[in-house]
């Protein structure tokens, strides 16, 4: 018996249900035999490489080299920085036996590197000749999360984290900003998530650090989510972990030190911003496949089937990332649905009355059912140079609906009832002069559950905070988040 595809609940009924749903019957992820985790299947795995290609390229071009740090971090060395140790200490996963026999000293699976990092630094950093140094470690790290959700909150998740250490507290800036840049550039280039970037308040910043900033992007629920993060550290690590150098004057200098992360996390904003009823819609930029090619046969179809291998190949040739679904025993809508709800963005039909007509059915999985532009009849000879335009002119679609909806949900107020009303209901980024006092956002949080998201550059547009009347500091967004 033909297998058929369970269907999805709509989006907009249920988004934590059709979230987890398409997660998993996309096979992007399976659960694991272990508490809050999860096995990244081949085609999760694509996307994550993607990203990962992308952010690479990137890093590479700034100067960044990679490199790879310990799993496992002496508690000795993770309670010199206090203030970080007591950022993690409720995530942290710590083990306590090695074989057959208790640990004299309990080490800590690492909720993130600075630490381990920051020893290595001071090891290898002498002169000012050595500086900048300028690291990126792939890796995956351990937060001891109570509730998960695939990509968004898992125990144990796959990142890249940056770390650099420099010569003058300018210089660290200027790479804090710069690698924020190259976030937000992937987020909206390659992933098609619209995000706003700006700095983290106090009580949202980094453990250790002294500033915070963020891309923050909107899911379809009205709630925010921090997509990635870079961190200007000051001395603290430097001071805590002896990072120093011998300055151009044969002085004794510490560093100044940064450090930036995205994780698997953008993979969930990318499924929660362009999904649909229908499941995943994959960014071209993004796409593990970006075009799958379906025969349809009826009777004799080896001339159909010789003409689509050829297609596959010409497909290939080209640099296309490129299947062809010649799979006996299920149908070709049986196909099509699988493949929409992988997201995967075009597709090629070709029947046997296409090639004597010499042409094939594109069709594209931005597009809804019946949508013009949906499917269009392509000539065979024209049908592989075209098929570039089509994916730049969905990359450019899925971002402008995204951002159509960032932008409507982005709302200013200057009225606080309306205020706590919308960050209540999940009307989206509340847009409001704020004061910057922790124990402002604190009540605002209590009653409604939001937060600041991130404070935009300049100026706030009023004097009074909406939230509590005091004299207004800033520009912020607020919402709930995840």
């Given at each position: 018996m033909e297998r058929t595809l369970d269907r999805i609940p709509p989006k907009s009924a249920d988004l934590s249900e059709w979230y987890q749903a398409v997660c998993y019957r996309a096979e992007l992820v399976s659960q694991a035999p272990v508490r809050g985790c999860l096995v990244l299947r081949p085609y999760g795995y694509g996307l994550w490489e993607r990203l990962q290609a992308e952010l690479d390229r990137r890093f590479?071009?700034?100067?960044?080299?990679?490199?790879?740090?310990?799993?496992?971090?002496?508690?000795?060395?993770?309670?010199?920085e206090a203030e970080h140790v007591e950022g993690f200490?409720?995530?942290?996963?710590?083990?306590?036996?090695?074989?057959?026999?208790?640990?004299?000293?309990?080490?800590?699976?690492?909720?993130?590197?600075?630490?381990?990092?920051?020893?290595?630094?001071?090891?290898?950093?002498?002169?000012?000749?050595?500086?900048?140094?300028?690291?990126?470690?792939?890796?995956n790290v351990m937060r001891w999360e109570k509730r998960t959700r695939p990509f968004l909150r898992t125990a144990e998740f796959l990142w890249q984290e940056?770390?650099?250490?420099?010569?003058?507290?300018?210089?660290?800036?200027?790479?804090?900003?710069?690698?924020?840049?190259?976030?937000?550039?992937?987020?909206?280039?390659?992933?098609?998530?619209?995000?706003?970037?700006?700095?983290?308040?106090?009580?949202?910043r980094f453990a250790g650090a002294n500033h915070t900033f963020s891309i923050e992007a909107l899911m379809p629920d009205g709630r925010a989510l921090q997509s990635a993060t870079s961190h200007?550290?000051?001395?603290?690590?430097?001071?805590?972990?002896?990072?120093?150098?011998?300055?151009?004057?044969?002085?004794?200098?510490?560093?100044?030190?940064?450090?930036?992360?995205m994780s698997w996390r953008m993979l969930g904003a990318l499924i929660m911003t362009h999904g649909d009823d229908r499941g995943l819609r994959i960014p071209p930029r993004m796409a593990p496949t970006e075009v799958v090619i379906v025969p349809i046969p009826r009777g004799d179809a080896s001339a159909l089937y010789t003409k689509a291998r050829e297609l596959y190949g010409a497909c290939k040739d080209a640099g296309l990332r490129v299947k062809l679904d010649d799979r006996p025993g299920q149908s070709p809508g049986y196909k099509f649905n699988e493949w929409d709800m992988r997201g995967v963005p075009v597709r090629l039909e070709i029947g046997n009355r296409d090639l004597d007509a010499g042409v094939a059915t594109l069709v594209r999985r931005d597009k809804a059912v019946k949508e013009d532009g949906q499917k269009q009849q392509v000539p065979l000879d024209e049908v592989v140079a075209f098929i570039p335009t089509v994916l730049e002119q969905i990359q450019h679609n899925l971002f402008a609906q995204a951002k159509t909806f960032l932008t409507g949900r982005t709302v200013a107020t200057l009225d606080r009832d309306e205020f706590y009303r919308m960050c209540t209901e999940r009307a989206g980024m509340i847009d409001i002069p704020w004061c910057g006092l922790a124990s402002c956002e604190a009540a605002v949080k209590d009653t409604t559950g939001a937060t600041t998201r991130n404070i935009q550059p300049g100026p706030p547009r009023a004097q009074i905070c909406v939230a509590c009347g005091e004299p207004a500091r800033y520009q912020t967004y607020f919402a709930q988040s995840y």
């Open positions: 590479k071009e700034t100067g960044h080299e990679n490199a790879y740090f310990p799993l496992l971090i002496p508690e000795s060395l993770l309670t010199k200490a409720p995530e942290v996963a710590w083990v306590t036996e090695g074989g057959s026999e208790k640990l004299a000293e309990r080490l800590a699976i690492r909720p993130t590197s600075e630490v381990i990092i920051g020893v290595m630094y001071a090891e290898w950093i002498q002169s000012y000749r050595d500086l900048p140094v300028l690291i990126n470690q792939w890796a940056g770390h650099t250490a420099h010569e003058s507290e300018q210089e660290a800036a200027e790479e804090v900003a710069r690698m924020l840049e190259v976030y937000r550039e992937v987020a909206e280039d390659v992933c098609g998530v619209p995000v706003y970037k700006g700095e983290k308040s106090a009580s949202e200007e550290l000051g001395q603290n690590f430097a001071r805590a972990y002896d990072i120093t150098y011998a300055a151009e004057d044969q002085t004794e200098q510490y560093c100044w030190t940064t450090s930036w992360g």
